[in-house]
């Protein structure tokens, strides 16, 4: 008989465990639909480090990736493009074409020259793009990003951003991999769109 109460009180519980969570749990879905449908980018016109010019039809190639960040960036940017290359690097290997963005939140900063010379570090195969400051902010919020000047009492700063790399597949968003994922992790997830 106390098994059988037992199990009713636990059969019980979970039911109104399910019942509280359920709501919670669709909610966080929504939220992560509502992130993805969010992240659609918008129109646009830059130069990359070269005076090409950029557009959105810039982002339509079989797969792109965008990663948002800056010159001065003392760790996740670097680490993030130095991952990057090692990625492009293996994915030459295997005869698959990825497409990467490096779109600068500094264009105080990071003029086309400063551009191209620090992305000379990374093999050249990371196109630069720098440009009007209102132009670069509303790209990357257009792409879910946020950055923020934060300033020191001696007048300089960094920026403090979000840093995901945005996957697009013929121009819209289809993934995203972080500065977290490990190689062999991005790549399985590169490899998806490609």
């Known amino acids: 008989m106390k098994i059988k109460t037992s199990i009713s009180i636990l059969i019980g519980c979970l039911g109104i465990f399910?019942?509280?969570?359920?709501?919670?749990?669709?909610?966080?879905?929504?939220k992560k639909d509502e992130y993805v449908a969010s992240i659609t980018g918008s129109s646009f016109s830059l130069k990359d480090v070269n005076n090409n010019i950029?557009?959105?039809?810039s982002f339509e190639g079989q797969a792109t990736a965008l990663f948002f960040g800056f010159t001065n960036c003392p760790d996740v940017c670097p680490m993030t493009l130095n991952k990057l290359t090692y990625i492009l690097n293996e994915l030459e290997k295997e005869k698959k074409?990825?497409?990467?963005?490096?779109i600068s939140i500094d264009p105080e900063r990071d003029t086309p020259e400063v551009m191209k010379n620090y992305l000379s570090?990374?093999?050249?195969?990371i196109i630069?793009?720098?440009?009007e400051s209102e132009k670069i902010f509303l790209l990357?919020?257009?792409?879910?990003?946020?950055?923020?000047?934060?300033?020191s009492e001696d007048g300089s700063y960094t920026v403090d951003h979000s840093s995901p790399i945005i996957l697009l597949k013929n121009g819209k968003y289809s993934s995203r991999i972080?500065?977290?994922n490990d190689i062999k992790e991005s790549?399985?997830?590169?490899?998806?769109?490609?």
Not at 54 to 57: A, R, V
């Open 54 to 57: 950029i557009t959105e039809k």
């Open 187 to 194: 790549l399985n997830i590169i490899k998806k769109i490609l």
């Open 121 to 125: 570090s990374f093999e050249n195969k």
């Open 18 to 30: 399910l019942f509280i969570m359920l709501p919670i749990i669709l909610s966080v879905e929504d």
């Open 97 to 102: 074409n990825l497409t990467i963005f490096f």
């Open 178 to 180: 972080t500065h977290h």
């Open 128 to 131: 630069g793009i720098t440009g």
């Open 140 to 151: 990357s919020k257009s792409w879910g990003i946020k950055s923020e000047k934060i300033f």
